[in-house]
């Protein structure tokens, strides 16, 4: 430990207890979705469960809520994915190869610790443009018996290992081990301003090769930022959050991105993407990641928010941002499911049945409603600030005109054929509306003027359940 790790220590330390009070005097301060105790919260890191205790690490800047701070890796463990005990922060930008952030990263449980592979950013200062020269991106090994404190770091790959033909923008490392080797994806940005993922492989975590470069044939991006390379029910998936996606139609809306390829072939070799599918349509939704549970279940969670957005959240209290309800991914007809932990379940209070017609409300400020319609158009308006509506095969997300921060200056859409059921998880500032199982997910952040927790909901027929969530 150098004397920078300590001197962050103690600052970190010291910063989060002086920001708790006001940070938790917030109105809009979340009640089960994983956030920063002080600061900016962004991309998930590291996620994984261990000896029974699920473990989230996050992109984490514990000095100010505006993004500007130089990124940690915060810490919070969990048993039940919902209730979320703060650790202490995990990893500091105190090495040489990591001074200027400790970037994006996963975590490897193995029987004798976890291995953590994450990217150490270094920005060089000078006449740079930071896109094609001006900085490096490291990918970096730290270690830990139970992920509760890392006991090292090193440095495992440096840009002068990375193939040709790329920019510095190489990052934010998944690993995984698969019949007796580490394999290893990174994302990267080409001299040619195209998205692609690495892969590489190595016998020790230690000395990797590059085995592939996976990308589409004609550029879907100029960035893939938190690659994810899975597999699920014998189907193998590459998950990444595209940069510089035009929008089409109801497709790609936000400025960035993050879906899947189904991958088809031998992703060591041989392989081709079939066709992206966007994990979310709201406003809020980026750099998912996923992890096997100790069950057996693939677990992703998404950060909810969206980088370099025309909207933004409130920072008065001295904190930004916030993870989605962790999701089980399933497959169904060779597409992924998106659908709440079965924990949040635990977390509904007396089911109340609500009446459908004109003019009928329902109040609360965090509650999981199920909607089941049948028949006619459907119009729900949530504290004031969210309107659903369900017309012609479109359900569109409005934020406003209080309260959107940006977000009333637009509308997101979602084609959603037939409308059989939807499940709206509200905290006191966000909505996750889950369409058909989790076929389709619109997330958002929004802020409802105090006192508001009076909601709209009008439907033709149908039932709609309503759990309060205290
Ligand atoms: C995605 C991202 C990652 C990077 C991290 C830095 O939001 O840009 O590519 O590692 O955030 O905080």
């Known amino acids: 430990m150098n004397a920078m790790h300590r001197d962050l220590e103690r600052l970190a330390a010291r910063a989060e207890q002086e920001g708790a009070a006001l940070a938790a005097s917030d109105p809009a301060r979340q009640r089960f979705h994983l956030q920063p105790p002080t600061g900016w919260l962004n991309d998930p890191n590291g996620l994984c469960q261990a000896g029974g205790r699920y473990h989230a690490y ?16 915060g810490h919070a463990v969990s048993t039940d994915l919902i209730r979320w005990q703060r650790q202490p922060c995990f990893l500091y930008p105190d090495q040489p190869f990591d001074v200027h952030g400790v970037y994006s990263g996963s ?8 291995s953590f592979f994450y990217t150490g950013n270094v920005k060089y200062s000078g006449d740079f443009d930071y896109i094609h020269n001006g900085r490096a991106y490291n990918t970096c090994l730290a270690t830990s018996r139970d ?31 698969q019949d007796g080797r580490y394999y290893m994806v990174l994302g990267a940005r080409t001299t040619a301003d195209a998205g692609e993922v690495l892969v590489y492989q190595s016998p020790d975590k230690l000395a990797w090769t590059l085995l592939n470069r996976i990308s589409t044939p004609a550029p879907f991006g100029y960035m893939w930022e938190c690659p994810d390379l899975f597999e699920l029910d014998g189907q193998w998936f590459l998950a990444v959050s595209p940069q510089g996606v035009e929008q089409k139609g109801l ?10 390829f189904p991958l088809y072939g ?12 966007e994990f979310d349509h709201g406003f809020d939704f980026y750099a998912p990641q996923s992890f096997r549970d100790e069950r057996g279940r693939r677990i992703q969670i998404g950060w909810m928010g969206m980088p370099d957005a025309g909207y933004t959240n409130p920072v008065q209290y ?14 169904r007809e060779g597409r992924l499911l998106r659908r709440p932990v079965e924990e949040t379940e635990r977390l509904r209070g007396a089911p109340q049945a609500l009446p459908l017609e004109p003019g009928a409300e329902f109040e609360g400020e965090r509650f999981d409603l199920l909607l089941s319609p049948a028949k006619g158009p459907l119009r729900l308006t949530l504290r004031g600030c969210v309107t659903l509506e369900y017309s012609d095969g479109v359900l569109s997300l409005r934020v406003g ?3 959107g921060f940006g977000r009333e200056n637009g509308v997101r859409r979602a084609a959603v054929r037939t409308l059989r059921g939807l499940r709206i998880l509200a905290d006191s500032s966000s909505a996750e509306v889950f369409v058909n199982d989790g076929e389709t997910v619109l997330s958002t952040r929004y802020y409802p003027a105090p006192g508001q927790t009076r909601s709209g909901i009008q439907a033709g027929t149908g039932t709609a359940v309503l759990y309060p969530i205290e």
């Not at 890392?150 to 510095?168: C, F, I, M, N, Q």
């Not at 031998?266 to 599918?277: A, K, S």
């Not at 001295?318 to 962790?326: E, F, S």
Request: with cysteine.
């Open 401 to 403: 005109p209080q309260g």
């Open 266 to 277: 031998d992703w060591r070799g041989e392989c081709r993407l079939g066709e992206f599918v």
């Open 147 to 177: 992920g509760t404190a890392a006991d090292g770091k090193r440095l495992v790959l440096s840009p002068e290992d990375y193939p040709a033909g790329l920019t510095p923008h190489v990052r934010d490392p998944k690993v995984w081990r």
């Open 58 to 73: 996050f992109q984490y800047a514990p000095f100010s809520p505006d993004g500007s701070g130089v990124r940690h890796w």
């Open 107 to 114: 975590a490897l449980v193995e029987e004798d610790g976890i």
């Open 318 to 331: 001295g904190w930004q941002h916030c993870m989605t309800i962790p999701c089980e991914l399933t497959v």
């Open 251 to 260: 497709d790609y809306q936000n400025v960035y991105t993050s879906g899947y």
